[in-house]
């Protein structure tokens, strides 16, 4: 089983970005619980969580800048960012649970610079 995180990149301040999750392979079940960032020195930390039902959780820094969605077979998870700040330079990892195991993407690297 795979987990692919892709769509990282260089942006400008205020740029956007749309990060993809997608789970490949054979699985009995598998649930992309969403998104979680490390900067460099700092630990990682949740961004966005989306529910098997679709209740998105944001976390504070990116609440009306960020939104995770998901398709409809849910094996794909999506994070859109908009108004994107220097600070929101890290990896950013997603996060899935896979047959009762955890399993996380191999990041994505977003550079958010002038």
């Known amino acids: 089983v795979q987990l692919q995180a892709s769509g990282g990149g260089l942006v400008q301040p205020g740029g956007s970005l749309r990060l993809s999750c997608v789970a490949s392979?054979?699985?009995?079940?598998?649930?992309?619980e969403g998104w979680y960032r490390q900067a460099p020195g700092k630990q990682r930390e949740l961004v966005a969580t989306i529910s098997s039902g679709g209740i998105t959780n944001y976390a504070a820094f990116v609440k009306g800048r960020f939104t995770i969605s998901r398709d409809n077979a849910k094996t794909s998870v999506y994070l859109q960012m908009n108004s994107l700040k220097s600070e929101d330079t890290a990896v950013y990892y997603c996060k899935a649970s896979i047959d009762g195991a955890v399993k996380w993407g191999q990041g994505t690297l977003v550079t958010v610079s002038s």
């Open positions: 392979g054979s699985f009995f079940s598998m649930d992309i």
